[in-house]
């Protein structure tokens, strides 16, 4: 997705605005799936694209929850959710949504787990937040407007090394890609100071922004997943990129700063 051209934007709301919403919808949803959570020892889980796939009555809830405000404060925008929703638009502006972004960690007790929101205007991504409950932190970014964690301007790490970067990264649910994914890993950990792996994209796109991991690099995202992220991440100063585009699954990214970013992603890019 392109920067955004502030001109370009035919609603009514500024991107302050939407930032603002973004953040309001993010913590209050987080919030009660974690309230929610700690009433439970154990949960009730299902699966979606494989076993190992989580999704919970929590999931279902918050994005719901979601839906709800927006279709009361913002009737004409559209909303796409990771757990189905998807609403069009006649106001040129779609909501993206992952009520909780780390699934697994939420059901195993794990920190690292959040509610993703976007507001997009075609396929430029106008403001975004991503609230982690359990570790308290609340990143936000209005596209041209800088990026910030719990109101604390975000600035991404500069490193120049790949040698030294420290490098987050996930895997997919489907088995053969995770075997792909390990063996790049194999590949990639030899050429860096270490990897790490949170279980939450949306988190780990946070991580670049805060200068946590000096990059992050991902296959087989959904749009849901990074949305937030990608506009944080970016709104920091980190260079970002996915491909393809358009798309809504299937996703590659990599997230890095910017000294380091084309050699990164020659190593985990093939073209």
Sequence with gaps: MPQTDLGGLSNSADVNDLRSLCIDLAVSAASKAAEGRAQRAQLETETKSSLTDLVTEFDRAAENFIRERLSSQRPQDG???????DVPNTSGLTWIID???GT???VFGLPAWGCSVAVTQGNTILAGAVHLPVLRE???????????????EL???QSTSLQTALVATGFAYNSQ????QGALVAKLLPQVRDIRRSGSAAYDLCCVAAGRVDAYYEHGLSIWDIA?????AREAGATVEFTPESAVTDITLVASATPIFKSLRSVVIEE
């Design 79 to 85: 909303i796409v959710g990771e757990e189905g929703l």
């Design 99 to 101: 009520p909780i972004d």
């Design 104 to 106: 697994t960690n939420f």
């Design 138 to 152: 609340t990143y936000s970014a209005a596209s041209g407007r800088g990026a910030s964690i719990n109101g604390t």
């Design 155 to 157: 600035i991404s790490s």
């Design 177 to 180: 890609r995770r075997s792909q």
């Design 228 to 232: 937030a992220g990608v506009l944080i």
